[in-house]
């Protein structure tokens, strides 16, 4: 106990407090404009942290990360431009909402379950965060394997109107995550001879390719189009009266959220994409959603930001960071001579309580913070879309890229927002795209080494509890989604009839 | 009129050359540095070679009195940094990171870059693999453990990072040195390797000796044997391979280099250089917390060790390939 006042007396004292608000401040711009990542962000300050004491370190780190992660919903709902991947589910209900003229309320719905969310999530990283270090223990490679293929089959059964038009989009992204240097054995894989090419497909200027530089391409061909975008004045109290509406939803989805965030290698777009899978199919008026359903925003902002406390779950008790922002702090953690893990808890509990606290305040000050500023930011969502295309262009092609210093990742950028701009015609899903990215290093990685083991064989798969459950779990899905299609063609074809 | 400028600058700085080493000719090499460095590293900001490069600058830029300004080129496992650098103008002003991968590019085929494109100054740490097992495992000494594996041919395994990796190749030759087959399975890096570890998932780990330290003081780890040419200084008990007699040795480097070509002074002003951080304290102590050993190694002794690290590779890569 008194280690945690000494932790509060660090964290409130006026350099460290400012800092903090600052630090959030500088997350929710970076998140919401499009191509800014909270992993771009925390990677070009972790250097920056070098020369300050480990307490400013994470301090900033933490409150850049929180506020990022909040801060994407705010261009997703009112430009329908995703600041960050996860926004990307926020924009399917947010921007109908802001088309509609519910943009304020969309905005306030959104802070509320962020900050919620963010606290539900430091509840558990507080207090398990020793206890669910022991789960992941049994987490071997064919357990994660089995994990990443079920929350690919999600993806890919659920992400689309047609779940052959999900494979597709998966397929392609499981291509071109192949791509590059074979992760296992060090090998050139469809490279060509390429030197630049043994990069392989970088995820992060990839996704924001896909979601903001094709956004872009779209927003080109229509120029002339105004008003699409209205004032959002007002409607930000709404939120507050619409909570015993939404808390179920919310408790829900920062429970969900938590729990991705806690498991490795999954961040937060599938937190925010499975809780709005599940708060539309729980829902009394599914045909609501993409059409401006306030739950769906809800869904996907307490969620993303649950996974911030959760993905610091594994990255203090064992040193596995939870997603790409909490690898960057681990990064630092390094850096300031730390070794996360029980040591951590042991030999610094002063900087874990901190850690902590910066959490919990930082999730905290998103509330203020992210109302009175939103209807700044909001402002430049009236900026006219000749002066916006060419902005958000620029910002989405460089931002992603600019920290790897090589021109290859700015042809990345570009490319794929081409593919993403003719997918999106033809009504393919780009969401498993960006989901293969990330999780198909995981599961080839997981499965191969699961064939390395003495008892290697298909009995592998089937005799680990954890690892049938999810394989079980992955059909399924995948038959829930074949399920479902059939039964939206025939409602179809009634309609027709 | 740009040139003018250029040929102006050009006469100043070498009249400014010429004139201090008039007036301080004991400061032989006071011609190198006159501006600013630009560093090339191969690896992402706040990984493991990025921070070992840092800490060096630190001191570095204090007895250069110029600025260093690193920028991270990564991907390609390296390649995309190495082949910026090897390409740049040989002029002094572009360093880069010369580490323990540097030689993996030929022996694997992935990417046209030699050690002989570049000009090597100086190393400045290193450090070296280590046995984990768990600390309740029936092996008391890597005799032990050797002995078991050959005994139940294909039944233990290792963890280690990727096939052919930084892990694997020392491994492989303490395998074809200790005469049993290796088992390995792959996981993404060290903190995966120890969870693995752990978690009953594999029986042994060759890996860095820092991500396990808290597991060891715990007592649920235990190292049976370390891979560098000399005992660690926190862990005395624990013996090199070589000592129980494998002959391995392998000493993951971290040291300055730039492209091939490079003018003699700024060469050896930078081997001067390193050799002064080598004995400052601080820098030996900010390299311990990392896990990491100074390494004392001038321009002629660290090429030596790259060209030894090249053929160990290529014997090892010949093992695993089979």
């Avoid at chain 1, 429970?255 to 925010?272: C, D, E, K, R, Y």
Wanted: hydrophobic share 50%.
């Amino acid at each position: 106990m008194e280690i945690a006042f000494e932790a509060l007396g660090i964290l409130l004292s006026p350099q460290h407090l400012l800092l903090l608000v600052a630090a959030v401040v500088a997350g929710l711009t970076v998140g919401a404009v499009p191509g800014m990542t909270s992993t771009m962000a925390i990677g070009l300050l972790v250097p920056l942290t070098f020369a300050t004491s480990k307490y400013v370190a994470f301090i900033l780190l933490l409150g850049i990360y929180c506020g990022a992660i909040y801060g994407g919903a705010i261009t997703a709902i009112l430009m329908n431009l995703p600041g960050t991947p996860t926004a990307a589910i926020t924009a399917i209900e947010g921007y109908p909402m802001t088309r509609k003229g519910e943009g304020g309320k969309a905005i306030g719905i959104a802070t509320l379950s962020s900050t919620l969310g963010g606290l539900v999530s430091c509840v558990f990283l507080i207090f398990l965060s020793l206890p669910l270090a022991n789960i992941a223990i049994l987490f071997g490679p064919t357990e994660y394997f089995a994990l990443g293929t079920f929350a690919l089959a999600v993806v890919m059964a659920l992400s689309g109107r047609s779940v052959l038009k999900g494979l597709v989009s998966t397929a392609l992204g499981v291509l071109f995550a192949t791509v590059g240097i074979d992760m296992i054995a060090q090998s050139p894989r469809f490279t060509f001879g390429v030197t630049e090419l043994l990069i392989g497909i970088p995820a992060v200027p990839a996704i924001i390719g896909l979601f903001c530089v094709s956004e872009a391409f779209r927003m080109a061909e229509n120029v002339t189009v105004t008003g699409a975008v209205q004032k959002t004045a007002g409607g930000f109290r709404t939120a507050y009266k619409m909570l015993p509406k939404l808390w179920v939803t919310i408790s829900k989805s920062s429970l969900i959220g938590t729990f991705i965030g806690v498991l490795p290698g999954i961040g937060a777009l599938m937190a925010s994409y499975l809780s709005y899978a599940e708060a539309k199919r729980v829902s009394k008026t599914p045909e609501q959603f993409g059409k401006g359903a306030p739950e769906g925003v809800c869904a996907s902002e307490s969620a993303n930001n649950a996974v911030t406390g959760g993905a610091l779950v594994p990255m203090l008790a064992l040193g596995i960071p939870g997603d790409t922002n909490t690898l960057m702090i681990l990064g630092a953690m390094i850096v300031h001579g730390l070794v996360p893990g029980p040591t951590l808890f042991r030999e610094e509990p002063s900087l874990v309580y901190v850690i902590f606290g910066a959490v919990v305040l930082s999730n905290l000050l998103i509330l203020p913070l992210g109302l009175s500023l939103a209807r700044h930011i909001a402002k430049f969502a009236l900026i006219d879309r000749k002066y916006l295309m060419p902005t958000v262009a620029v910002l989405a092609i460089t931002g992603a890229s600019i920290g790897y210093g090589h021109i290859y990742y700015f042809w990345i950028s570009i490319i794929f927002g081409l593919i993403g701009y003719l997918l999106q015609k033809g009504d393919f899903p780009l969401l498993p795209i960006a989901m293969a990215l990330i999780l198909e290093p995981l599961i080839e990685r997981n499965f191969r080494s699961s064939l390395m083991l003495p008892d290697a064989g298909l009995e592998m798969f089937l005799s680990r509890p954890i690892t049938l459950i999810c394989i079980v779990m992955a059909v399924l899905v995948i038959w829930f989604g074949i399920r479902r299609e059939r039964r939206l063609a025939a409602d179809v074809e009634i309609v027709r009839s | 009129m740009s040139i003018k400028i250029n040929r102006r600058e050009l006469m100043l700085t070498s009249a400014g050359a010429a004139l201090s080493s008039l007036l301080f000719p004991g400061a032989a090499f006071a011609a190198y540095p006159t501006r600013n460095i630009n560093w090339i590293l191969m690896w992402r900001a706040g990984g493991g070679a990025d921070t070992a490069t840092r800490i060096f600058l630190k001191y570095a830029e204090k007895m250069l009195g110029k600025k260093v300004i690193v920028q991270n080129i990564t991907g390609g496992g390296g390649a995309i940094g190495y082949t910026a650098a090897k390409s740049a103008k040989p002029d002094g002003y572009t360093l880069v990171t010369i580490q323990g991968d540097l030689p993996k590019f030929e022996p694997k085929a992935l990417a046209p870059i030699k050690i002989d494109d570049f000009d090597i100054a100086a190393a400045f740490a290193f450090q070296s693999p280590v046995v984990v097992v768990r600390a309740d495992a029936p092996w008391k000494s890597l005799e032990d453990f050797v002995k078991d594996m050959k005994d139940n041919p294909g039944k233990r395994t290792i963890g280690i990072s990727d096939i052919g990796g930084t892990y694997h190749q020392p491994t492989a030759l303490w395998a074809d040195a200790a005469g049993f087959k290796l088992k390995a399975v792959t996981f993404p890096g060290s903190p995966q390797q120890a969870v693995a570890l752990l978690g009953g998932h594999v029986d042994a780990t060759v890996t860095w000796v820092k991500p396990n330290i808290p597991y060891v003081k715990e007592g649920k780890l235990k190292f049976l044997g370390y891979m560098g040419s000399k005992r660690l200084d926190d862990y005395p008990d624990v013996p090199t391979l070589s000592e129980v007699g494998y002959d391995v040795v392998w000493e993951h480097p971290y040291g300055i280099g730039g492209p091939k070509g490079m003018p003699k002074e700024a060469l050896v002003a930078l081997e001067e250089t390193a050799k002064k951080v080598w004995e400052v304290p601080e820098f030996q102590a900010e390299l311990d917390k990392l896990g990491l050993t100074v390494m004392r190694k001038g321009s002629a002794d660290y090429r030596a060790h790259m060209h030894k690290m090249q053929s160990d590779m290529t014997k090892a890569l010949k093992l695993i390939q089979g």
